[in-house]
């Protein structure tokens, strides 16, 4: 088994998927196309829900001091989104969908940054693209990568066909990040509890909420800049659960 293939075949199909989306859009009336984002926004928001249950369960809460399984996931976003926004990350992922833009050569500019930043966003949130990467690196399979796969391919063709190319795009970051966790699970293998990663699960469906938010267009909120959080809370809750030791 080649390692890196099912991030590889994940790429692949979001930009099949997007591509698709696009052709099959621009064949849509435009308050179509809005309906569409608004079934995305509801959607996100669902998955939202299914990846914050994490929170809940007894392995979690038990992992942490009584009283801090809420509190860890604040921190978390707290200490995240300061660092975000030190860093301007929500102004740099404009600027880099933007660039990405004009070297496509897309028009609607607002929505191929949307698109860019909303599908970013999406793809690299939930377990089975931090579970998924692990075990592609540790060469244990690719089944979880498989799967994330064909689940990205039609949420790219229904998020391109609303918001176009920056879909596509947002396959540069998604190889990044899961190239990072196939490189990690490859060197160092399985270095995350299952309360870490619960973690990172119940953090990233807040940030999905947020997507889910933006494209109703409820919102506007700033989801870059709490990406930190993704990397804090995993840190975090390991803190605290060794002060339970």
Do not use: C
């Amino acid at each position: 088994m080649i390692i890196g293939l099912g991030t590889l075949i994940n790429i692949v199909t979001i930009i099949a998927g997007s591509t698709v989306g696009v052709l099959a859009g621009s064949k849509l009336a435009p308050k179509t196309r809005d309906l569409i984002t608004d079934v995305l926004g509801l959607i996100t928001i669902l998955a939202a829900a299914s990846a914050i249950i994490p929170m809940f369960s007894v392995e979690f809460s038990t992992s942490l001091p009584k009283g801090w399984t809420l509190l860890s996931i604040l921190g978390s976003l707290l200490i995240g989104g300061i660092i975000g926004s030190a860093l301007k990350l929500e102004d740099r992922l404009e600027r880099l969908g933007e660039k990405l833009r004009r070297k496509f050569g897309a028009n609607q500019e607002g929505s191929f940054v949307e698109g860019f930043v909303s599908s970013s966003l999406l793809f690299v949130i939930g377990p089975l693209a931090i579970l998924g990467s692990i075990s592609d690196g540790m060469g244990t399979g690719i089944d979880q990568l498989s799967l994330k796969s064909i689940l990205d391919f039609f949420a790219a063709i229904a998020f391109a066909a609303s918001l176009g190319w920056g879909v596509a795009a947002s396959a540069i970051p998604v190889g990044i990040y899961q190239g990072i966790w196939t490189v990690i699970g490859f060197l160092l293998g399985n270095i995350l509890a299952q309360y870490q990663i619960d973690a990172m699960t119940v953090v990233g469906g807040l940030l999905l909420l947020s997507i889910g938010l933006r494209l109703l267009r409820v919102k506007e909120v700033a989801v870059g800049n709490l990406l930190p959080a993704l990397a804090i809370a995993p840190v975090f809750v390991y803190a605290l659960h060794a002060s339970l030791i």
